[in-house]
């Protein structure tokens, strides 16, 4: 999830500052091979100024790092077996600095600030994959609704080796995605390896242009309403409003339950997850999010009115609802406004923000945990539902079950306050069209929606009886 782009002077300047103090020195004309006083000259230069610096303070950057930042820098330059751009050198400074935080903070380049703007607007050419870094692999979170990816059958968990046969780099996620997207008509082949399998499968796709309609939804019998989310965009809370109208006009009156589904959702705008909340809850605490910065600690509050007016509500999560979707169903449950059904879910509890450093440059930065209503923090363990459905069956012809990833599984990830309480159930059933007339776990849904029906409703009284 994102948050909008904020003005952090003291940390750009932080940053700024450190820059500028890594300089190079002019560059040397390249010997054929350093020698041992030649690699000891660069290292005499970038610590001619101090040779036994102070430990920095606080919020300070050691100079002792900058000099051998400067010296790696110099060598480099000086002893590479080829010439080196700067520029180059650089850009991949600085992206490395990234990945040695958490897996969610980047450096967006142009294309990469593309890709974000059209993930929050909804549409883009591609395959419609939600994908991450995971044990040094580049993992499926989840396929979007109605995609080439969902058509084909790829899953959450699926593992991607290999993007028109060119290995993928893990490391660089952006450019993954970059080798994702294409021109619509395309075709590009995957290789795919699913986990329980010994032998990757190719798959080929054809891209198109990714129209994500992140809100649908239909009444399931008369009276309840099916109401599925598929991630959180700008519009998405507008979007949900006008179609819960629409079914309640359809139905003739108010309804009597909804099944809001988030499975398979991976997130989206904060704002989003804030507003589509709130159309849910009548009163109460939303989320709260504590950083480092001040800017970074808030709380969301519900208003007044409940779209559904109070009617009975049952979420369905499972391991690839992340982010935006465990925000949204940890408020309605912490609320006792909904009960959740399903799996485990993925367990990402951090925000994001967006640092504008030029006009093609930014910095995606881990700055704050959220914290559900009742003041837990969910990362790295995910949300627990209410009833929790075993997985599925098997027939013969499905025998190779698969798991699916949480964000305890990605490299670096941030410590969870209760992470080693994660049970673990990622083991994902079946794929499964959502609201499908096969989906088990909507039927159950369906099921425990209409006893809390009952129980809602008034009883009538006895007309045999007198006072």
């Not at 040397?28 to 610096?53: F, M, N, R, S, Y």
């Amino acid at each position: 999830m994102s948050l909008r782009p904020v003005s952090i002077p003291l940390l750009l300047a932080l940053l700024l500052a450190g820059g500028a103090m890594a300089q190079p020195a002019t560059p040397q004309p390249a010997p054929d091979l350093p020698d041992e006083e030649e690699v000891g000259a660069a290292l005499d230069e970038a610590d001619a100024a101090e040779t036994a610096p102070a430990p920095a303070p606080a919020g300070q950057i050691d100079l002792d790092d900058v000099r051998k930042f400067t010296a790696v820098l110099s060598l480099i330059k000086q002893a590479y077996v080829e010439p080196v751009d700067d520029h180059v050198l650089m850009q991949a400074a600085i992206k490395g600095m990234l990945v040695g935080l958490d897996p969610h903070s980047e450096y967006l380049e142009a294309s990469a600030l593309d890709q974000l703007t059209e993930d929050t607007s909804g549409s883009y050419e591609g395959l419609g994959l939600e994908v991450t870094t995971a044990d040094g692999a580049l993992r499926v979170i989840a396929p979007i609704d109605d995609t080439p990816a969902a058509r084909a059958g790829i899953k959450p968990g699926d593992t991607i080796l290999r993007i028109d046969n060119v290995p993928v780099q893990a490391d660089n996620l952006s450019d993954a995605v970059d080798m994702l997207r294409g021109p619509p008509g395309s075709e590009v082949t995957l290789s795919i390896l699913r986990l329980g399998a010994n032998v990757p499968q190719d798959v080929k796709l054809k891209r198109e242009t990714i129209r994500v309609a992140s809100v649908r939804g239909r009444m399931l019998e008369p009276g309840y309403a099916y109401l599925r989310v598929s991630q959180f965009q700008s519009e998405t809370g507008s979007d949900l409003r006008k179609r819960i109208a629409r079914l309640q006009k359809d139905n003739g009156k108010p309804l009597a339950g909804a099944v809001l589904d988030l499975r398979s959702n991976p997130g989206g705008l904060l704002s989003s997850a804030v507003e589509v909340s709130d159309l849910l809850l009548d009163a109460g605490t939303i989320v709260t999010t504590k950083g480092r910065i001040r800017e970074a600690d808030m709380a969301f509050q519900a208003t007044p009115g409940d779209a559904l007016e109070g009617a009975p509500l049952v979420v369905l999560i499972d391991n690839g609802s992340a982010s935006a979707a465990e925000i949204v169903a940890g408020a309605l449950k912490d609320n006792h406004r909904a009960l959740l059904m399903g799996r485990r879910s993925f367990g990402k509890g951090s925000v994001q923000t967006v640092l504008t450093l030029d006009e093609t440059h930014a910095l995606k930065l881990t700055t704050a945990r959220y914290y559900t209503p009742s003041g837990v923090s969910i990362q790295a363990s995910g949300i627990k539902p209410d009833i929790e459905l075993a997985d599925l069956a098997l027939s013969a012809n499905e025998s190779d079950p698969f798991s699916g990833i949480s964000e305890r599984d990605l490299r670096n990830h941030l410590k969870g306050d209760s992470e080693t309480e994660q049970a673990t159930d990622a083991s994902s059933a079946p794929s499964v069209r959502r609201g499908a007339p096969s989906d088990y776990a909507l039927s159950e849904a369906l099921n425990v929606l209409k006893a809390l029906a009952l129980q809602r409703r008034p009883v009538a009284a006895d007309a045999g009886s007198k006072g």
